[in-house]
T-cell receptor, first 116, second 115 residues
């Protein structure tokens, strides 16, 4: 079965540190890739998405992600985190199913805690 | 634009009780979804509705039913609540299932506790 893996469950960083959150998926077909963020007490918001073209995608708030097809990865990065980046981050993959419909599969999430 | 709204925000049920979670979107989206979020498990799809008048099972449909009342509204019903259904429930919508712009917009969630 197709799956999405986020290996970092809880990450603690100091402000200004660099961030990289891993995301791997297991599916050989065409995928669309997303990173969502959930700030404390809020609903999920889209950070960035990849459909095609340049594999380096820039999103909101200084985040970027790189799609590496050969590694089935879509890692999220930020050069310098801020305390306000404290949140839970979810990688999601949109897969084309046999039914012809797409389904969105989420990873288990990474809780990022940024210490001032 | 309110986006995706959900009611109630919090609910406590006793085992065996029933309830309906309501979801509405004002973005004229065709597709709507119900997810549950549990610690360490991310979001799991319960049911979805590709378009008005259609519903399909997702990854974890057991114990739930849904109704796509019209294009705006998609409700989730627990007929006989069980403690295993304690979770945070999110409704989401997207323009369509098959188009490239497959971005989902999420509601604020309903925190349900079943005792």
């Amino acid at each position: 079965a197709q799956s999405v893996s986020q290996h970092n469950h809880h990450v603690i960083l100091s402000e200004a540190a660099s961030l990289e959150l891993g995301c791997n998926y297991s599916y050989g077909g065409t995928v669309n890739l997303f990173w969502y963020v959930q700030y404390p007490g809020q609903h999920l918001q889209l950070l960035l998405k990849y459909f095609s073209g340049d594999p380096l995608v820039k999103g909101i708030k200084g985040f970027e992600a790189e799609f590496i097809k050969s590694k089935f990865s879509f890692n999220l990065r930020k050069p310098s985190v801020q305390w306000s980046d404290t949140a839970e981050y979810f990688c999601a993959v949109s897969l084309l199913m046999d039914t012809g419909r797409r389904a969105l599969t989420f990873g288990s999430g990474t809780r990022l805690q940024v210490q001032p | 634009n309110a986006g995706v709204t959900q009611t109630p925000k919090f609910q406590v049920l006793k085992t065996g009780q029933s309830m309906t979670l309501q979801c509405a979107q004002d973005m004229n989206h065709n597709s709507m979804y119900w997810y549950r979020q549990d610690p360490g498990m991310g979001l799991r799809l319960i049911y979805y509705s590709a378009s008005e008048g259609t519903t399909d099972k997702g990854e974890v449909p057991n114990g739930y039913n849904v109704s796509r009342l019209n294009k705006r509204e998609f409700s989730l019903r627990l007929e006989s609540a069980a403690p295993s259904q304690t979770s945070v429930y999110f409704c989401a919508s997207s323009e369509a299932l098959l188009r490239d712009s497959y971005e989902q917009y999420f509601g604020p969630g309903t925190r349900l506790t079943v005792t």
